[in-house]
């Protein structure tokens, strides 16, 4: 795996599970180890947090997660 540059991380982009599902959309950078989405994506109109060691690639406007959906919705950060 290469070394991911956390700067890369855009806001708006999308989040994607491992599987290819549509996670969410990057809200922001909260501090230097987690991801905050969006609360108007989240499908609960909550905001959502998630490691940045979930990172596996970032593709442009994508950020592809390690996790498949199903690790990702059971683990995230509910806020």
């Known amino acids: ?7 890369d991380i855009q806001k ?16 922001h950078l909260e501090g230097s180890d987690k991801i905050k989405l969006t609360k ?7 905001h959502h947090y998630i490691p940045t060691s979930w990172v596996e690639e970032i593709r442009g ?3 592809i997660l390690n996790k498949n959906s199903e690790e990702v919705t059971s683990q995230w950060e509910v806020v």
């Open 1 to 7: 795996m290469a070394d991911i540059n956390l700067n």
């Open 61 to 63: 406007n994508q950020i």
């Open 12 to 27: 708006h982009s999308e989040v994607i599970a491992s599987c290819g599902t549509h996670i969410g959309t990057v809200d």
């Open 40 to 46: 108007q994506d989240s499908g609960d109109g909550m």
